[in-house]
Each structure stands twice: as C-alpha cells, then as structure tokens.
C-alpha cells in the first residue's frame, strides 16, 4: 500500500506526496510519514472484539463439536441468536446465571428444539487461539492511538486465561478492558460502547471498533464509530491501515 499516495489523495496534495517522499529520503524514518499520516485520519481508538478478532473464533470449535455431536450445521449459532437478549446465553454473559445454571437453560432450549447437547462441551469450545498478525496490529495501534478491548464473556479473562500467560500480556496490550461478566452490560447493548467510550476518553465519532458479529457492530455504527467486520483477519487488518492512514505490519 502507497502511504504517501494515500495521504495524498486524502488532502488532494499531490505535492504532499512529493513533499513526504522528500522528508523521508531526507530523513529517513517512516515514522514521520506516519505521523502525518495520522493527522489526515481523525481516529484516536481502535477498539477490538476478542473472540473471533485477537483470537480464532469459537464458531469453528462450535462447528466441530456439532459434527462430532451429530447436530445440524449451525445449531449453536442458532440457540444463540434466538431471543438473544434474554436467552441463557445474555444471562451467563451478564453473569445473571452461574455455569451451572447456564447449562441447565442452554439444554432446555436445545431441547426445545428437540436436541441434545452437552453445554459444557459448549462452553469449553470458547477458548480461541492467539492470532499473530492481529496481536501485531494490537501492538502497533497501542503505540500510536488509545486502544480498548470489548469482549462479551462468561468468566473474567483475569481467571479464564490464568494459564495462558502469553494471552494474558496481550490483554495487557489495552488501556482499557470491558468484560460483560464484570460490566453487567453486553454488546450489543449500547451501555457497553458508552461505558468503553468514557473510561478511553473519546468520542465516538473518534473511534474504530472491530467485531466478527454484525449484530455488535451495528449500535457502534449507530453511535458514529467507524466499523469493520473481521471474517478474514488479513482483509480486517489492511481495513484498518486504510482507516488510521498508517501500516500495521
Ligand atoms: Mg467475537
């Protein structure tokens, strides 16, 4: 990606690119086209979603247990996205139900449905993978602008990765973290972004927020953010080096 040619066209100054080709010949470091870079985008946050964004997403543990299981494709999602505010799994989400209590309500409504399943196996499912190259974007944003961490979560990750060091200190990467399990609020309720918003000290006119979940990523949008749905994290990534006018790499 041209950086110089972007800040270019962004001012309508093709003698800007001249003038930032210049300065780095000159002086060398990129640091100074990202700077001014950083001046044509208005964006001062970068927010990300966890699961499914810094870290591999728990769909696809769903769908192997639900081959191995012999349940319909989607059948999770599919529990999950009914009556999603009020369902076991907003109620575990904002820690209204314990994991005991969880499991009973999330079988009673596969049940409904006339399936059986193991919600602990569903449970156990949640822990994604670190992605690199996203943890390198994180870094990089963190250097630069104020960033947030928005998760939905059942257990708050200071215990839920107590044995994963090496994602512990890429949580640590945040200025600011959001647990619905310690909030009392999930996304997509919009408290959630109000509250993430406040503690960063941005507008958020003033923000990009990344989620794998349309349905997160609509009040965001409501509330003037900038958003970017991450199916494949390399296209979410050069996304956003489009929005924040400097490269993640
Ligand atoms: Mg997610």
Excluded at 200 to 226: H, Q, W, Y
Aim: aromatic letters at 6%; a negative charge; glycine letters at 8%.
């Amino acid at each position: 990606m041209n950086w110089a040619l972007m800040a270019a066209e962004a001012t309508g100054g093709v003698g800007l690119a001249c003038w930032l080709s210049h300065r780095r010949s000159v002086r060398g470091p990129i640091s100074e086209l990202d700077a001014y870079a950083r001046q044509v985008s208005m964006i001062e946050a970068v927010l990300f979603d966890f699961g499914g964004v810094v870290l591999t997403s728990p769909f696809d543990a769903f769908a192997r247990y639900e081959v191995e299981a012999g349940l319909p494709p989607h059948t999770i999602r599919g529990i999950n996205a009914t009556n999603p505010d009020t369902n076991a799994w907003a109620l575990f989400e904002r820690r209204e139900v314990d994991v005991e209590g969880f499991c009973l309500l999330f079988e009673a409504e596969a049940a409904e449905l006339g399936l059986v399943l193991d919600a602990q196996r569903v449970l156990a499912s949640l822990h994604g993978e670190l992605r690199p190259a996203m943890v390198d974007a994180v870094r990089r944003c963190s250097d630069e602008l104020r960033t947030g961490l928005l998760t939905n979560n059942v257990t708050p990750l200071a215990d839920q990765e107590s044995a994963r060091p090496e994602v512990l200190s890429v949580v640590a990467l945040f200025d600011v973290v959001v647990e619905s399990s310690l909030v009392g609020c999930r996304k997509p309720e919009p408290e959630f972004y109000e509250l993430a918003c406040t503690l960063l000290g941005v507008e958020p006119s003033r923000c990009v927020f990344l989620d794998d979940l349309g349905i997160n990523l609509k009040p965001a949008r409501s509330m003037g953010m900038t958003t970017i749905k991450v199916g494949d994290p390399a296209a979410a990534i050069e996304e956003l080096e489009a929005v924040l006018g400097f490269p993640l790499g």
